[in-house]
């Protein structure tokens, strides 16, 4: 632990962590030095971890990188956090992330963004004498960019994400580390600040499928304080890495072969077939049929939940609070200063498409077409597919500001192969599968059955 909370002393410049708790995590660290001096040890005994700002932690600021949180101290501590904690591990602090988990760069968080240790050749990246990042410095993906970053430079042994339509897997693909969305009611979602309630799952992110597989089983599990958490029991998944793929049939689904895709991403996923028939998988071509519509319907559910969630920001219950002439004045003031330019985007759009006359034409079109998503995955699993292999991303990572321009479309098109999973409430995981021309990680996803990440981890461990 003292290694690691050097190194993040060292990393700053990253701008992974927004609150570091060093004295918590030498105290916690000394009793885990003591259960396991006394042969005591918990599965996760003294094993560091960075904590997502968006859970929720007793005694410590809570975020969701949005200043309308302001120093927010929550005094409860989340299922999927004190899951951790039970069974031994250690906060080294928290990290950055989107505001609200709104974003795939992690540019739109109130403490700034951050910096991808990875970095193209010639790009100058270096720490000015101010300790900021000088040269063209990569983003981590988003939203949870602040826990991919921290797990590829080494700050951490693993870290706690979110992932409303991808925020999991593709930090995780920009960052060369393995991250998994588990099925939605898998992890409890209790104490962690909501964006989209119907697609949000907590999950692992750290450096191999075995890593994340033993911090899933310590996440995962029922919740009756959660009305979707499902009551079922968590399996052993570390028991599922280095298992056989023979006889598993793999699908390929041609929906995910899209216009303008990069050679280099082509390439990747022939490469990921090629591994798994290796191994004695089969690969079958499979049809996912409505996946087009994925994208613009993600866009239409995620900002409708994420716009009567982020109701309860009103300046008077949590956070910052600017005071007006009277109450009303005091919501609009305090919501205008709290929330940035992308959270206000999505209230305005997910306001617009649940307003009356708009509702039938936007809100319950877009669920309509959630159903069909769901259907095209349960015919190809029905029709004996075992998991599902695409490309995490649609390219490597890209430098900080590349993409934050005028037209948020283009950051949105970032989702497209990870989307589906949310809408379709199916466990995803993404694995690092190589590299592009200039030398940046890439990676592929797999995606399973509900409620079936053990194989995912299988596949996955093959893959990595
Ligand atoms: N990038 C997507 C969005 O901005 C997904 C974010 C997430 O998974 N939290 O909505």
Same mark, same amino acid.
């Given at each position: 632990t003292d290694a690691h909370i050097v190194a993040v002393e060292q990393a700053r410049a990253l701008n992974a962590f927004v609150l570091e708790t060093p004295d918590?995590?030498?105290?916690?660290?000394?009793?885990?030095?003591? /259960?396991?001096?006394?042969?005591?040890?918990?599965?996760?005994?003294?094993?560091?971890?960075?904590?997502?700002?968006? &859970?929720?932690?007793?005694? &410590?600021?809570?975020?969701?990188?949005?200043?309308?949180?302001?120093? &927010?101290?929550p005094t409860y501590e989340s299922t999927v956090t004190s899951q951790l904690w039970r069974d031994g591990a250690v906060m080294l602090g928290k990290?950055?992330?989107?505001?609200?988990?709104?974003?795939?760069?992690?540019?739109?968080?109130?403490? =700034? *963004?951050?910096?991808?240790?990875?970095?193209?050749?010639?790009?100058?990246v270096g720490v000015g004498a101010d300790g900021k990042i000088t040269g063209?410095?990569?983003?981590?993906?988003?939203?949870?960019?602040?826990?991919?970053?921290?797990?590829?430079?080494?700050?951490?042994?693993?870290?706690?994400?979110?992932?409303?339509?991808?925020?999991?897997?593709?930090?995780?693909?920009?960052? =060369?580390?393995?991250?998994?969305?588990?099925?939605?009611? /898998?992890?409890? /979602?209790?104490?962690?600040?909501?964006?989209?309630?119907?697609?949000?799952?907590?999950?692992?992110?750290?450096?191999?499928?075995?890593?994340?597989?033993?911090?899933?089983?310590?996440?995962?599990?029922?919740?009756?304080?959660?009305?979707?958490?499902?009551? /079922?029991?968590? *399996?052993?998944?570390?028991?599922s890495v280095g298992k056989s793929v023979k006889g598993m049939r793999i699908g390929i689904p041609k929906e995910y072969a899209i216009e303008g895709m990069p050679a280099e991403i082509a390439a990747l996923w022939e490469r990921g077939k090629a591994w798994l028939k290796d191994a004695g998988a089969e690969m079958v071509d499979i049809s996912l049929p409505h996946t087009r519509y994925a994208l613009p319907a993600y866009y239409i559910v995620a900002p409708a939940e994420a716009s009567s969630n982020l109701a309860r920001y009103d300046g008077v219950r949590y956070g910052l609070r600017v005071p007006g002439r009277d109450i009303i004045d005091t919501y609009e003031q305090t919501r205008a200063e709290g929330f940035g330019a992308e959270v206000r985007r999505r209230i305005m759009i997910g306001t617009y498409v649940l307003s009356a006359g708009y509702y039938d034409a936007y809100y319950v079109r877009a669920q309509k077409v959630r159903t069909l998503i769901k259907r095209d995955f349960e015919d190809c699993f029905a029709a004996g597919v075992d998991a599902i292999l695409t490309p995490a991303t649609p390219s490597a990572a890209f430098a900080i500001g590349e993409k934050s321009g005028a037209d948020p479309i283009e950051m949105y098109l970032n989702d497209i192969f990870t989307v589906t999973v949310n809408m379709a409430g199916l466990p995803g995981i993404a694995v690092p599968a190589g590299v592009d021309g200039q030398g940046l990680p890439l990676g592929l996803q797999l995606i399973g059955r509900p409620f079936d990440e053990e194989t995912l981890f299988t596949v996955g461990q093959v893959i990595e």
């Open positions: 918590h995590a030498r105290q916690a660290a000394a009793k885990a030095d003591a /259960r396991i001096a006394a042969g005591d040890a918990r599965p996760l005994e003294g094993i560091p971890l960075a904590i997502k700002d968006l &859970f929720c932690t007793n005694g &410590f600021r809570t975020t969701a990188c949005s200043r309308i949180l302001g120093d &927010f101290t990290v950055n992330n989107d505001e609200f988990a709104m974003g795939s760069s992690n540019e739109t968080s109130c403490f =700034g *963004p951050v910096a991808n240790p990875w970095h193209r050749p010639g790009s100058n063209t410095a990569l983003v981590p993906g988003g939203s949870s960019g602040g826990s991919a970053s921290a797990v590829a430079a080494s700050l951490c042994l693993g870290a706690t994400a979110t992932d409303t339509g991808g925020s999991i897997r593709q930090p995780a693909a920009f960052t =060369g580390t393995v991250g998994i969305k588990p099925t939605y009611g /898998r992890c409890s /979602r209790w104490g962690i600040v909501a964006f989209a309630s119907s697609l949000d799952q907590a999950g692992p992110i750290a450096k191999t499928v075995r890593d994340t597989a033993i911090l899933m089983r310590a996440m995962a599990g029922f919740d009756p304080k959660d009305t979707t958490s499902v009551d /079922r029991e968590v *399996p052993d998944y570390e028991a």
